[in-house]
C-alpha cells in the first residue's frame, strides 16, 4: 500500500491529546494542503481561522458546553450529562473553515479543505476530530454574539461551515469503528 492510502487510512478521530502545542510549520504544512484542495470553479472561497490561543480555546470550549446543557433538544442535554463531556477534548488547536456562502459551492469546497488538512495532519502524526458541535452553537444567536466578544470573526459576509480540533495523540490511534462496505455499486 502507498503512503497516501496508508494515511488516508490510519486516520482517526483523535479525542485525546497531549498538550503539546502544534508548531508553526506542522500548522503551514497542514493550512497549505487544505488550501489546496478543490473547489468549485477554483473560486476558493475560503478563509482558514487557527486558534491556538489556550484561553481562548477554554472560553469557546466552555461557552459550546453550557449551551448544550441548556439546548432544547434532548439530545444534546443527555450528551452534556455524560461524565468526562468535552467538546474539544484539550486539543490545543481548533481550525475554523469559513467560507462565502454566495459562491457556487462553498460548503463542499470548505469541507473538502477541511479533509485535505485532517489527512496531512494525520501524515503528520497529528490527530484531528472533527468538532459540528461548534457549529451548531455558532448558529444559535447566543454563539454568534460569543464568537464576536471573543474576537473570532470571519472575513465580511463569510460564515464557518468546518471546524475540527487537532493535536498530538496522547494514546496509540483508536481502532477503527466498523467501516461499512455494503455502499459500493460498481456498473461495468
Ligand atoms: C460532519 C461531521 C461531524 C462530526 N462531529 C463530531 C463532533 O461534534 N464531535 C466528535 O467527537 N466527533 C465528531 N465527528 C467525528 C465522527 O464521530 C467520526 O468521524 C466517526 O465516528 C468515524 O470515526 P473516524 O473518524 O475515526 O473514522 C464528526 C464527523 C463529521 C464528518
Given amino acids: 500500500m502507498n503512503e497516501t492510502?496508508?494515511?488516508?487510512?490510519?486516520?482517526?478521530?483523535?479525542?485525546?491529546?497531549?498538550?503539546?502545542?502544534v508548531a508553526q510549520v506542522e500548522l503551514d504544512r497542514m493550512l497549505e494542503a487544505g488550501r489546496y484542495a478543490p473547489s468549485a470553479m477554483n473560486q476558493q472561497p475560503w478563509h482558514f481561522t487557527a486558534i491556538r490561543n489556550p484561553?481562548?480555546?477554554?472560553?469557546?470550549?466552555?461557552?459550546?458546553?453550557?449551551?448544550?446543557?441548556?439546548?432544547?433538544?434532548?439530545?444534546?442535554?443527555e450528551v452534556a450529562k455524560q461524565e468526562g463531556f468535552s467538546v474539544f477534548y484539550q486539543a490545543p488547536l481548533m481550525v475554523i473553515i469559513s467560507g462565502d456562502p454566495g459562491a457556487i459551492a462553498a460548503q463542499y469546497d470548505c469541507t473538502l479543505a477541511m479533509e485535505n488538512?485532517?489527512?496531512?495532519?494525520?501524515?503528520?502524526?497529528?490527530?484531528?476530530c472533527w468538532t459540528h458541535a461548534v457549529m451548531m452553537f455558532y448558529a444559535t444567536e447566543k454563539g454568534k454574539a460569543v464568537f464576536r466578544e471573543l474576537g473570532v470573526i470571519f472575513p465580511e459576509g463569510y460564515q464557518p461551515y468546518a471546524a475540527a480540533v487537532f493535536?498530538?495523540?496522547?494514546?496509540?490511534?483508536?481502532?477503527?469503528?466498523?467501516?461499512?462496505?455494503?455502499?459500493?455499486?460498481?456498473?461495468?
Avoid at 55 to 76: D, G, H, P
Avoid at 167 to 187: F, H, L, S
Fill in 55 to 77: 484561553e481562548l480555546l477554554l472560553k469557546l470550549e466552555e461557552s459550546c458546553k453550557s449551551a448544550f446543557v441548556e439546548s432544547n433538544v434532548e439530545a444534546l442535554r
Fill in 5 to 21: 492510502l496508508a494515511t488516508i487510512l490510519r486516520r482517526r478521530s483523535v479525542r485525546v491529546y497531549r498538550p503539546d502545542a
Fill in 167 to 188: 493535536g498530538w495523540p496522547a494514546e496509540p490511534y483508536p481502532e477503527a469503528p466498523p467501516k461499512n462496505a455494503d455502499c459500493v455499486t460498481i456498473m461495468d
Fill in 117 to 128: 488538512t485532517m489527512l496531512a495532519a494525520a501524515s503528520l502524526g497529528i490527530g484531528s
